[in-house]
């Protein structure tokens, strides 16, 4: 059975950087797009960045786009965001999600299959 589990969110100050990372176990990460969402209270999921399957091509929300830097660690079988500068708008709950078929880009709240239940990033000032 195919188990997705997010980790590296917390607190942070306005500026700091933090690491997350998504771990799968019965699925090989490295044969799937791969993104990562967020959520905050009272408003829908959105898309932050991704990894397609086919030459690990990333692509970013335009909020995040040269803060926040995707990347996979096949050895692993791990996908990591980093997250650099962060600002008070990047508080949520972030999500990984990993796509139902193997191949592909694009990565969305209805292509994703697996869903980790989500890690806390708080940013303050």
């Known amino acids: 059975q195919v188990q997705v589990v997010e980790s590296g969110g917390g607190l942070a100050q306005a500026g700091d950087s933090l690491r997350l990372t998504c771990a799968a176990s019965?699925?090989?990460?490295?044969?799937?797009?791969t993104g990562w969402f967020r959520q905050v209270s009272g408003k829908e999921r959105e898309f932050v960045a991704s990894?397609?399957?086919?030459?690990?091509?990333?692509y970013y929300a335009g909020s995040v786009k040269g803060r926040f830097t995707v990347s996979r660690d096949n050895a692993a079988n791990t996908v990591h965001l980093q997250m650099d500068n962060l600002k008070l708008e990047d508080t949520a709950v972030y999500y990984c999600?990993?796509?139902?078929?193997?191949?592909?880009?694009?990565?969305?709240?209805?292509?994703?299959?697996?869903w980790g239940s989500g890690t806390l990033v708080t940013v303050s000032a």
């Open positions: 999600g990993v796509n139902r078929h193997p191949g592909g880009v694009a990565v969305t709240t209805s292509s994703v299959e697996y």
């Open positions: 990894i397609s399957w086919t030459g690990s091509v990333p």
């Open positions: 019965g699925r090989t990460l490295s044969n799937y797009a």
